[in-house]
């Protein structure tokens, strides 16, 4: 993703590859998996365990918090350029689009990358324009599977020390 240019991420998108749906829903049920094991663990009662333990177990936690939430916003993020980059259901070779960003005729990565993550900690967008129906409805998606995503893990980070106190 680092290197890859506007050209390249087009040409990737042209080359449809089969299992995109089925790799981004396994990919964010995983994530939801994740937070929601780390719940269960976490909820356990934790006065037996060794002060060591303990903090492993938290730190442990917290890392697969913060993977969890890097990787559903980074396969977002291919997904909005994957969906871009597609072609338009016209004969011509025009690409999809369906956001508008300030200054950039052709977005890359790293563009995709900043939407996704926007829409990741505030759920909603900035000011990069919607301007399709599909991209509409892939951000509804992304903002409300943000929104509670953030909430558990707000609620597990008060529990967790709010458990340790």
Not at 55 to 66: E, N, P, Q
Not at 130 to 157: D, E, W
Request: charged share 15%; with cysteine.
């Amino acid at each position: 993703m680092i290197r890859a240019t506007p050209e390249k991420m087009r040409r990737f998108a042209r080359v449809e590859y089969q299992g995109r749906v089925a790799i981004f829903t396994f990919i964010v049920a995983a994530a939801c998996a994740s937070v929601l094991a780390i719940g269960f663990l976490l909820s356990d009662n934790k006065k037996n365990l060794s002060t060591i333990l303990l903090s492993l177990h938290v730190m442990l936690a917290v890392m697969t918090i913060v993977s969890s939430w890097l990787l559903v916003h980074t396969i977002f993020a291919l997904l909005y350029a994957h969906t871009y980059y597609q072609l338009s259901n016209s004969n011509t070779e025009q690409i999809a689009g369906g956001l508008d960003f300030p200054n950039d005729e052709e977005p890359d990565y790293w563009d995709f990358l900043y939407f996704s993550f926007i829409i990741g900690m505030t759920s909603q967008v900035s000011d990069v324009q919607t301007i399709s129906r599909s991209m509409r409805r892939l951000a509804l998606l992304h903002g409300v599977l943000s929104f509670f995503f953030n909430t558990t893990i707000l609620a597990m980070s008060i529990n967790i020390i709010a458990a340790l106190i």
